[in-house]
């Protein structure tokens, strides 16, 4: 995005106003107001309402009668789940090899295919949408906001929708309104990183709109504290990586589960405050859930990770093994061995 478009979407951001442009008429959707925004929501929660009366399905049960007539299945909800874990891990090794441009190069050529796949899978997924309770409430929403919030550019008067259908109009909205990646960087940028800075100045407003955001502008201020957030971070990234989506999602992810293993390992070092667990090499925890279990092998490093591994590996080939069938535990025998000879040798 240029400097003079980057200035642009910060104005018309700032002014809480979309300007559509219909040849010889032109129109302005505005921020609706607190009271505009409950009745944009009442219309909501009635329609869904409603609809559930008509016998319209919610989202889930339709995905249960779509799996019924074959249209969908549990194998392609985990592929689903398989791809976003996928995707996420690649992010993860885009940060980690940020210094390798070979290899950058490669992981962002996976990381497009993933991303491909994934909005397949979820448009296949999201086909009926607009037929379940969710989708009908939702496009009535919309069409309660347009209708209270759409005015004349020339009058400065509600639209009647007599020259431009209304549908035109809630289109024409929906393309207006940024996408995630614009949104980014409009928030790590220039002019908006200036304006920012001068939000606490007594006589400065960000928006001129005061009641009630719309969507960019919401998504702008999460973005804006997202991008604070990282620069005050003890570990915070270098510029080239805050400028890269994807590797300073990676950083974002690996701090969330830095945070998770800190969080779970203080949880258990309370639940083990006996002095003989708390001086032991190994501690088995029992759990009761397998999401307890998860949430326990986070606590681990990724080294005792790899090493738990190891030895479940070493259990599924043999049946049973001891403590010196294992890798780790040979590694610790033969440092002891080399430490006692080392002694003996020094007397």
């Keep these: 995005m240029k400097q003079h478009e980057r200035e642009y979407f910060v104005a018309r951001i700032r002014s809480g ?16 107001t607190l009271e505009q925004d409950l009745e944009i929501q ?43 874990k996928d995707i ?15 290899l950058v190069k490669q992981i962002r050529t996976y990381l497009k295919a993933g991303k491909d796949q994934l909005n397949e899978e979820l448009s296949k997924k999201m086909r009926n949408y607009e037929n379940t309770c969710e989708g009908l409430s939702q496009v009535a929403k919309v069409n309660r906001l347009i209708k209270l919030t759409c005015l004349r550019c020339d009058t400065g008067e509600p639209y009647d929708f007599k020259e431009i259908p209304k549908d035109n109009v809630m289109k024409l909205y929906g393309m207006q309104v940024l996408s995630e990646a614009s949104t980014r960087e409009l928030a790590r940028t220039e002019p908006w990183s200036s304006t920012w800075i001068l939000r606490d100045t007594d006589t400065f407003e960000l928006f001129s709109n005061k009641e009630q955001l ?42 969330k589960k830095k945070r998770e293993q800190e969080r779970v390992q203080s949880d258990i070092e309370q639940s083990t405050q006996n002095s003989k667990i708390a001086n032991s090499d190994e501690i088995f925890i029992m759990a009761d859930t397998q999401a307890d279990a998860e949430r326990i092998n986070r606590s681990n490093t990724f080294h005792n990770q790899q090493v738990k591994k190891q030895r479940m590996s070493v259990i599924r080939g043999k049946g049973e093994a001891e403590d010196i069938d294992f890798q780790d535990q040979q590694l610790k025998l033969r440092q002891r061995t080399n430490e006692m000879f080392k002694g003996n040798f020094r007397r």
């Design 17 to 32: 106003i979309y300007k559509l442009d219909f040849g010889d008429m032109k129109l302005k959707i505005v921020a609706p």
């Design 42 to 84: 009442e219309v909501y929660i009635n329609t869904y309402r409603q609809a559930e009366e008509d016998g319209f399905l919610q989202h889930e049960d339709m995905l249960e009668s779509m799996k019924e007539r074959g249209l969908w299945s549990d194998e392609e909800e985990e592929r689903i789940k398989g791809l976003e």
């Design 88 to 102: 996420d891990k690649l992010k993860v090794e885009l940060f980690q090899n940020k210094n390798r441009e070979d």
């Design 214 to 255: 719309n969507a960019d502008q919401k998504n702008l201020l999460v973005w804006a504290r997202m991008y604070e957030s990282v620069q005050e971070s003890l570990d915070c990234p270098s510029d080239d990586v805050v400028e890269d989506d994807d590797m300073l999602d990676g950083w974002f992810i690996l701090q």
